[in-house]
Antibody, heavy 121, light 109 residues
């Protein structure tokens, strides 16, 4: 079955960087994009951006431009999300999700299990 | 940016009730609207895509409707496992700029 498995929890100090991985299985990785979504404790969902599984083209949320980089490794069917200059308000559960598309509409299925990133001094 | 506003923010209902959640977009998004269910400690799960298409494996008591700026998610007869938080999500524009609604928490009355 289609599955996304993410790397484990991270604790980082303010100003540091974190890199989260998302390994895909059960489908042809280059045929779909991957989106990243985060959720601060007790809060809603925030879209961070997406990367094409085929070309590596990226589109980032405006509020994260310059701090986030998304990459893929098609040889291992793995997507990565790196966030730099971490702040306390970056503490959140980070999800990857496969991007599906129909007639111009993009939606996410399935999702990874989530990776908790805690930023604390 | 396109803003998505869900109502209500929270809702109490009983097993067997019919429930409707509304999502309003700040501009026309055609039918580029999707719905997710999230249970505590779990990742979101896709329920409805492109406004009214039921994702495979999702019970038929879930349905979606709407186009333009106003959309609804309806649960025809609430089951115990439906108590969760529901999010709408739009993907209008190219390349897609995605935004989520703030969520609707559905609780047991």
């Amino acid at each position: 079955q289609v599955q996304l498995v993410q790397s484990g929890a991270e604790v980082k100090k303010p100003g540091a960087s974190v890199k989260v991985s998302c390994r895909a299985s059960g489908y042809t990785f280059p045929n779909y994009g991957i989106s990243w979504v985060r959720q601060a404790p007790g809060q809603g969902l925030e879209w961070m951006g997406w990367i094409s599984g085929y070309s590596g083209y990226t589109n980032y949320a405006q509020n994260l431009q310059g701090r986030v980089t998304m990459t893929t490794d098609t040889s291992t069917s793995t997507a990565y999300m790196e966030l730099r200059s971490l702040r306390s308000d970056d503490t959140a559960l980070y999800y990857c999700a496969r991007v599906l598309a129909e007639a111009g509409n993009s939606y996410f299925d399935p999702w990874g299990q989530g990776t908790l990133v805690t930023v604390s001094s | 940016d396109i803003q998505m506003t869900q109502s209500p923010s929270s809702l109490s209902a009983s097993v067997g009730d019919r429930v409707t959640i509304t999502c309003r977009a700040s501009q026309n998004i055609n039918n580029y609207l999707n719905w997710y269910q999230q249970k505590p400690g779990k990742a979101p799960k896709l329920l409805i895509y492109t406004a009214s298409s039921l994702q495979s494996g999702v019970p038929s008591r879930f349905s979606g409707s709407g186009s333009g700026t106003d959309f609804t998610l309806t649960i025809s007869s609430l089951q115990p496992e439906d108590f969760a938080t529901y999010y709408c999500q739009q993907s209008y524009s190219s390349p897609p700029e995605v935004t989520f609604g703030q969520g609707t928490r559905l609780e047991i009355k």
